[in-house]
């Protein structure tokens, strides 16, 4: 029987800890069910959002098992299967696939920089051999990239490559991967992992996203799909404006992903304690984050205010010293790179 394409709002989940830092299952599912009831199209557990690498692979495992038991086919899943070698990620897609999720999520080869034909081969090997569905994750800052040539071969070659997963935020590149691999595969799907271009990235042809954001504010991502794909632009536009200045306050004023973990703390889960250490200043740093996203989340009634309130304007606005000590770093800058004389 065909599957249905990849579409919509997929979630990439985080992972509630427990005191002793393992996983908290009972919040997990407490947080699947909450996702669900707000309309997410899909989830999406192993991601980089959920912090892959920092558990083994028995506990990737265990998060799935325990989200496709919780979820009972509600949404569809797409899972994270990438492990360190082709041969543990088979293993992890067979798995998968005895689990009933719907598709499997691969990220490029990591650590090591290959080539596109190694990257091609790994692939390849991946796609001829898989059980389930697979989902190139092409996320270019942290893995080998795919570029457009290798996802139309790989598109052409294997049927069961159905989806690539982008993270690289550039329209231009989305745009050549369409044009690329529609003609011969209709039934692939596009998805965009930067939340940041969500919008713009559906209307050149993105099928939806996995993003971040949809973890903290699935009412709101949910209501830009629904309004970009119903081509409500002007609606649509002022909740992507809202949506890149939550994203990019989560994403780059704290070491990814305790931003977006701060955030689902206030719309009221525990999510423990991560397992990534933090220094004294680091925790300080997050506190005073948590009041930022508290009045951001309060603004759209997703939270009350925190206590004392939240100012008018949380963008300060600078003063001489500040503008001109501006204006000499800029200075500064353009001369490095010989703009300036």
Request: hydrophobic share 40%.
């Amino acid at each position: 029987m065909t599957q249905p394409r990849l579409q919509g709002i997929f979630t990439p989940n985080l992972v509630p800890y427990s005191p002793n830092g393992g996983i908290n299952e009972e919040e997990l599912r407490r947080y699947v069910d909450w996702l669900i009831e707000r309309g997410v199209h899909g989830l999406y557990p192993n991601g980089s959002t959920g912090e892959f690498t920092r558990f083994t692979p028995e506990e990737r495992r265990r998060i799935v098992a325990i989200i496709a038991d919780q979820t009972k086919g509600r949404v569809p899943i797409l899972a994270g299967a990438a492990e360190a070698n082709v041969k543990e990620t088979l293993a992890a897609c067979e798995y998968y696939a005895s689990l009933g999720i719907r598709a499997v999520a691969i990220v490029a080869p990591f650590y090591y920089k290959l080539s596109p034909a190694s990257v091609y081969a790994y692939f390849k090997e991946i796609g001829d051999n898989t059980p389930i569905d697979v989902t190139l994750y092409n996320i270019p800052m942290f893995a080998s990239p795919i570029d457009v040539p290798t996802i139309q071969r790989l598109s052409e070659e294997c049927e069961r490559i159905i989806a690539i997963k982008d993270s690289s935020g550039e329209i231009p590149h989305m745009i050549r991967m369409i044009q690329a691999v529609k003609p011969n595969r209709p039934d692939f799907s596009f998805l965009t992992g930067w939340d940041a271009a969500l919008m713009p990235m559906i209307l050149v042809g993105c099928d939806g996203g996995t993003n971040a954001s949809s973890g903290v504010v699935p009412e709101l991502t949910r209501k830009l799909y629904d309004l970009t794909t119903s081509y409500k632009i002007d609606e649509a536009r002022q909740i992507q404006y809202d949506l890149v200045r939550l994203f990019d306050t989560m994403i780059y004023s704290a070491e990814f992903p305790e931003g977006f973990r701060a955030a689902v703390n206030l719309r009221g889960f525990d999510m423990g304690q991560g397992r990534q250490p933090m220094s004294s200043e680091q925790r300080t740093d997050l506190t005073a984050l948590s009041k930022e996203l508290q009045c951001m989340l309060s603004a759209h009634g997703f939270t009350d205010q925190p206590i004392g309130g939240c100012a008018i304007d949380s963008v300060p606005i600078p003063n001489s010293t500040d503008v001109s000590a501006i204006v000499q770093q800029v200075v500064a800058e353009l001369k490095r790179r010989g703009l300036m004389s």
